[in-house]
């Protein structure tokens, strides 16, 4: 734990997952829709019996779920981690739970501290659709060359112009952005996607996806995936892939924080 200087509000981070599936998505809205934010919020203010306000790594959207979120909040309320962990859990909805606590430095952000996020994206891969995952993974039937997906996912790595996988209600200042790693691999009846990169944009991982797919489903050759990131085109990428199967897995910062490794990877039977 690290000790706070004399005078300074103490600042808390926390690692969170939860089920996106009822959720509006992470950020507090004006018209009273279901959001994560304001269930955390909401229990971490009883704890400290008064308001407090988080900040979160990254914005999920509706019904994408996270297993690695983190977030940090000031307070003067002087609480042990295990009241923050214990209280705040007892005051939240079956479908979020608070798995760890650590007073950080005043100079930590769960937002711009972070150097590295990771999604998992997951889909079930057989003819029947999904029931006992519905909301959890993504579904596809039909073949699927994942090998092929993970050779076309190559040519995404390192710092490029995102455009042509940005949701036109992105508000980033940019399209760039550094992809550090990105593979896709099938185990029995499910494909995972994993990729790590210093920010995401709006959507980005949903139409990187969506675009991978048409490749696997061989409407597209390997090299497509090259061809659509250089045309900065968001018109010529492929679908935006359903929100069910993404999950923030983990979010890496400074050692100098010390914080827990955050998140799982989800992983289902073959």
């Known amino acids: 734990m690290s000790k706070q200087e004399s005078g300074n509000t103490p600042r808390i981070a926390l690692g969170i997952e939860y089920d996106g599936s ?10 009273g829709t279901r959001t994560v934010q304001q269930e955390i919020e909401k229990a971490l203010s ?16 509706t019904g994408v ?7 940090h909040f000031d307070t003067r309320a002087e609480r042990l981690d295990k009241a923050w962990l214990m209280g705040a859990n007892a005051h939240l ?3 979020v739970c608070i798995h760890w606590v650590r007073q950080v430095d005043s100079t930590f952000s769960a937002r711009f501290s972070a150097t590295m996020r990771r999604y998992r994206y997951v889909i079930q891969h057989r003819k029947a659709r999904p029931a006992l995952l519905a909301g959890r993974a993504s579904w596809i039937h039909g073949p699927l060359d994942t090998e092929a ?3 076309a ?30 593979s896709v691999n099938q185990e029995g009846h ?8 210093n920010a995401f944009l709006h959507h980005m991982v949903r139409n990187i996806v969506g675009s991978l797919l048409k490749v696997g489903q061989h409407e597209k050759p390997v090299s497509w995936i090259a061809e659509v990131l250089a045309l900065k085109d968001r018109t010529r990428a492929g679908p935006t892939a359903p929100a069910e199967g993404l999950y923030l ?3 890496q910062y400074p050692d100098k924080f010390d914080l827990p490794e955050s998140g799982m990877l989800p992983r289902f039977g073959a």
């Not at 009822?22 to 018209?31: A, E, K, L, T």
């Not at 499910?190 to 990169?197: L, N, P």
């Open 249 to 251: 897995v983990a979010v």
């Open 22 to 31: 009822r959720f509006c998505g992470w950020q507090m809205q004006s018209h």
């Open 46 to 61: 009883i704890v400290a019996d008064s308001p407090v306000q988080v900040i979160c790594a990254g914005r999920t959207d």
């Open 149 to 151: 997906m993970h050779r």
């Open 93 to 95: 909805p079956d479908d």
């Open 190 to 197: 499910f494909v995972y996607i994993d990729i790590s990169a």
């Open 65 to 71: 779920h996270a297993t690695g979120q983190v977030v």
């Open 153 to 182: 996912a190559q040519s995404l790595l390192g710092e490029n112009d995102f455009s042509s996988f940005r949701s036109s209600a992105c508000q980033a200042e940019h399209a760039m952005r550094f992809i550090e790693s990105i």
